[in-house]
């Protein structure tokens, strides 16, 4: 009585259409998420469209695309804010939480405001639009610490009619979530 009933059952599956057709096809590959985004708050350093003098800052970033925001205020004194918006290379590193490097080109303004007796002779208040290169860090493999060098070309106010260009750097170290 079990032989029928085995040949019956290992004839079913030999048989079976669906069984013939997964065995036939290959496997397939998971997909890619990229849509993956991170939230980063932390402090900065520099002058550039990124960061004005030493700012807290703050990210939200996705696979392609970053905007960054930095700025203190001391009311009556001193305001400084940034506003720069990034544009990541495709798949230049290994994402968030992976550690690696992202290389990025950025654009923005920086609006600063000096009030105090140690206003800078050489530059107005105002804005200063700017573009320039840089790169997310992500130090070690299982953290959430980011260390952002960047390269600028800032177009700042003078006194006068000339507007003149500089290079400027700018660091972070942030914490992303």
């Not at 807290?56 to 001193?78: D, H």
């Not at 544009?87 to 994402?95: M, P, V």
């Not at 600028?152 to 400027?168: A, K, L, Y």
Request: charged letters at 15%; hydrophobic letters at 40%; glycine letters at 12%.
């Amino acid at each position: 009585m079990r032989t029928p009933l085995l040949a019956a059952v290992l004839m079913g599956l030999t048989i079976n259409p669906s069984a013939q057709a997964s065995e036939a096809s290959p496997p397939k590959a998971p997909a890619v998420d990229d849509t993956f985004e991170t939230y980063r708050v932390g402090v900065c350093v520099g002058q550039d469209t990124a960061c004005w003098g030493v700012n807290g800052k703050a990210e939200y970033t996705r696979n392609r695309f970053g905007l960054s925001v930095s700025g203190v205020s001391i009311p009556g004194e001193i305001m400084n804010s940034t506003v720069s918006v990034k544009r990541y290379r495709a798949r230049s590193s290994r994402w968030h939480g992976e550690g690696g490097l992202r290389t990025y080109f950025h654009a923005g303004i920086a609006w600063h405001v000096n009030n105090t007796d140690s206003k800078s002779e050489q530059f107005e208040n105002g804005i200063s639009p700017g573009f320039g290169f840089g790169a997310d860090i992500h130090v070690g493999w299982d953290t959430m610490l980011v260390v952002q060098p960047q390269l600028s070309m800032v177009i700042m106010p003078t006194d006068g009619e000339d507007i003149e260009g500089i290079g400027t750097v700018s660091l972070a170290a942030m914490l992303a979530f």
